[in-house]
């Protein structure tokens, strides 16, 4: 039992729960800025994928950690556009679509990784991104921080800056309204297609960037089925945090501090259990929160609704 | 000129829309295959000729396209009703589960009485298996496109933990894999030394109980208005979370069927990779049939025949056979426009 409780008192644990938290922070924040604005974006884990595929490949072909990071966020973007074009003015099947956009973005990142790489057995590597030192010595937390690297930090950044953006700014306050009343949004003049569509972009962006921390600071190398699901966890974790980034932010560090224990435990109870019982507990987890948080869940009112100019 | 809302659709147009949405995907994916190198041209006659080009092919293709037609199926009817199973993978899974542990039993019944029971247990699991988001769907209000999302993760590392553990085949050398099925458990050859089985029959039989009941029972009649409307249907009086309830465990089991019949029919006996993905790829055999259950059984094949004469087509030149998810993936894109295009006409003035 104390060793159960030994785990938390490790600077590794509390370092790995914000490394495997990182990519669920940017995921959940895009699809809450998507959903905000009245859309339900199932190209996430797709998005995800080919993010974490094209920011490996474009260092892995030259480019320096920053410019992969914003061309896999504008891989993701364009995706996010191609959403966009099919759910906001043709007023697609979001779900549909959604999953459809998966499927294409996953394809594409294997179809491209496999034809440049036709028989590599091991995945080749990249330089990833240097942990960030700069805080080490700060007291207490300075151990934990210095293993981070700086998508690490632009994601924690990213969350007050997209809480202001969304509660603080006009444009935010559109965007909301996008996913709440088009109509009344529409009635003030204001373009209803145009801030949705806007919100799928920068909302794939964000997706795509969570995918390629994976391979450019956690892994170091694309790998097939690399994502995993963690696209789906995001969209768990949006409903849990109320479409709120604060307590998104906060449902993305408890299930990395929960993924990040349960490896650990594992590790202390041995082959007794078997592992896939360990592996499983996230996803178990995920649903656990939907059905806690669905009664109190206060969707944006026009979630997943097209909206049609000059319908009521 | 301004577009107009069709009042009904004309058949003709409804069954072109997905030849041209095939053809079209077809048509965008040359670009990818360009620029890795290839010929289209060829390559899609590759592709044709590994997919049809022979008998062999042939049976290949239709035994191929045998789960995809359950899984198709599986989200036809849960889609009729806006019950949106993306979990059919999973429930593919849990009903080959359900097929190897009594196939394995040595329970010395005869074909004829053992054949069936596999069937049924594997459609049961994956009925009971639904039963879960849909209740939880209906009671909780908790989104299911969600919950059977992750549970397809959860029923994967399930069966990778029963074929580690108490299914293992002890012969297996340590290989995560199940003991293969008695000989009576095995659905029959249709063909001799080909790998097309019984399952077609099944797969058959199910498309068309499934198009009866929809379109011409009581039931079915529910099932469409719920999808149609489900405040109206509620208002007509229909009890709208029990009909969710019935489509979630119909289309449970029919996933689950696809996994048993894989079990019993192709493989015979459960490994990790029994399925490429046929319950994603349901989707979109469903979504390219309209959700029509005959629709399905067609859809079905071209979506195969995509995969079998990628495989093949990528053995003669090295192209990789991810090219098959891709036009798979673009197919569902470019139907749901097709879809659309439908669904209006142009009016002039």
Known sequence: MSEALDILLQASFWAATLRIATPLILGTLGELICERAGVLNLGIEGIMTVGAMSGWLFVHLGADLWTGLALAALVGMTFGLLHGLFTVPLGLSQHVTGIGITLLASSIAYFTYRVLLPDVATPPRIEPFEPWTFMAAV?????????????????????????????????????????????AVEAQGLDVYGLRIGALMAGSALMAMGGAFLTMSAFNAFFF??????????????????????????GALLFGAFDAYQVRLQQAVGAEVPYQLFLMLPYLLSIAALVVMARRASYPQALMRPFVKGER | MRLEARAD?????????????????????????????????????????????????????????????????????????????????????????????????GLGLPPLLLVPLVLIAGAAAGGVWMLGPAWLKVRLGVDEVVTTLLLNFVVLLLVGMMLEGPMQDPMSLGWPQSAPLDDAALLPRLIERTRLHWGLIVALAAAVACWVTLARTATGFEIRAVGANPRAARFAGMAVDRVMLRVAVISGALAGLAGAVEVAGLKGYLTQDLSPGYG?????VATLAQLHPLGVLL???????IFVGADSMSRAIGISSYIADLIVATALLTMLLAGLVTRYRIRRG
Request: contains cysteine; positive net charge.
């Open chain 2, 9 to 105: 659709l004309p058949l003709a147009l409804a069954l072109a829309a997905p030849p041209a949405a095939a053809l079209a995907a077809l048509g965008l994916c040359a670009l990818p295959l360009l620029l890795a190198g290839a010929d289209p041209l060829r390559a899609y006659g590759l592709i044709l000729q590994g997919a049809a080009g022979s008998l062999f092919a042939l049976t290949e293709t239709v035994a191929r396209a045998i789960p995809l037609m359950l899984t198709g199926l599986a989200v036809a009817v849960a889609f009729r009703t806006r019950l949106w199973n993306i979990g059919a993978e999973g429930q593919l899974y849990l009903g080959a589960l359900a097929a190897v542990a009594l196939g394995t039993a």
């Open chain 1, 139 to 183: 007291p207490w937390i300075g151990p934990v921080l210095a293993e981070q690297t700086a998508p690490t930090y632009l994601a924690l950044a990213l969350v007050p800056a997209t809480a202001w953006l969304l509660s603080a700014t006009p444009l935010g306050l559109a965007l909301r309204a996008a996913g709440e009343n088009p109509a």
């Open chain 2, 280 to 284: 994603y790829a349901g989707i979109v």
């Open chain 1, 225 to 250: 089925e690399m994502v995993a699901g963690r696209g789906w966890i995001c969209i768990a974790l949006v409903v849990f945090a109320s479409w709120r980034p604060g307590k998104a932010l906060l």
């Open chain 2, 299 to 305: 859809s079905a094949l071209f979506v195969a025949a």
